[in-house]
């Protein structure tokens, strides 16, 4: 099941030019035709490609076909070096199209992420993606992000308690709530795995 669901969404045009994943189609379509390609929303979240790398990493893990890694790593690579997700001091940010008619509820925006429901919690799946890549694919490209980010979120974000705020390479006034938590728990075991495998 799951090398056909790849076998769709490789196919789909939900897999940019640029190597991140589209938010989503409304196509409805048992297979993909290329009448789906006009209903796709381009606009992408971290998550989107989180989700994949990790997908296509247990792909390979479990059949040790090589294009389901070389698949996870193209977009990896796409997704650590990807202006959608850095802030200018290279550590990760959530990103996405702004001024698109929905789309305003992202760092790159400028957008409050207290009006943006679960959008801050969608770099949680895609560090965990990056980490798994890394611990059969140990990339620098991975580490370095990983790290970098942690050390933004320790240094901007972390409060007496061990409280985590939603950005992490620069100071806010948001309070960290359980939402801010998720995503920095992944960032956490994130970086535990990629010492581990190191």
Known sequence: MATRVWGWLSGSGLV?????V?????????????????????????????????ALTELYRNTKN????????????????????LDPSGAIREGCNCGQSGQQC?????APFPACGDGVEFRGPYVRGLSD???????PQIKELIQ?????ALA??????????????????????????IPALELFAANCAVLIAT
């Open 22 to 54: 589209a938010d989503s189609t409304q196509c409805n379509k048992p297979t993909y035709e290329p009448s789906c390609y006009a209903n796709i929303s381009w606009a992408t979240y971290s998550y989107n490609t989180g989700v994949v790398i990790s």
């Open 148 to 152: 970098r980010s942690l050390r933004g």
């Open 156 to 181: 901007y974000e972390c409060t007496s308690s061990w409280q985590l705020g939603p950005h992490w390479y620069d100071f806010d006034e948001w309070t960290p709530t359980t939402s801010s938590q």
């Open 66 to 85: 090589g294009t389901y890694l070389a698949a996870a790593s193209t977009m990896a690579q796409a997704a650590v070096t990807s202006s959608a997700f």
């Open 133 to 139: 890549l890394y611990q059969v694919e140990p990339l």
């Open 106 to 110: 992202c760092e790159s925006c400028g």
């Open 16 to 20: 940019r030019s640029d190597g991140l």
